[in-house]
């Protein structure tokens, strides 16, 4: 499951952790490994956000 688009038919999840620098909040979001590449840099060029852990998940 690929949040970044419901036609998105890449079956490699990742998991992506993202902290709120400003509440502390971490958020975890999944994506395809392409998609999280693209939502990695958005992250970081946000600067209250940063990006805490990216994992492949193998099933
Ligand atoms: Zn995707």
Same mark, same amino acid.
């Given at each position: 499951? /690929? +949040?970044?688009s419901a036609d /998105?038919?890449?079956?490699?999840? /990742?998991?992506?952790?993202?902290?709120?620098?400003?509440?502390?909040?971490?958020? =975890?979001?999944?994506? /395809?490994?392409?998609? *999280? =590449?693209?939502?990695?840099?958005? =992250?970081?060029? +946000?600067?209250? *956000?940063? =990006?805490?852990?990216?994992?492949? *998940?193998?099933?």
């Amino acid at each position: 499951m /690929c +949040e970044r688009s419901a036609d /998105c038919s890449k079956d490699d999840a /990742c998991q992506l952790v993202i902290r709120n620098n400003d509440t502390g909040i971490e958020t =975890v979001e999944y994506y /395809c490994k392409a998609h *999280l =590449v693209g939502r990695i840099c958005e =992250v970081e060029a +946000e600067d209250g *956000l940063a =990006v805490v852990d990216a994992t492949k *998940l193998w099933s």
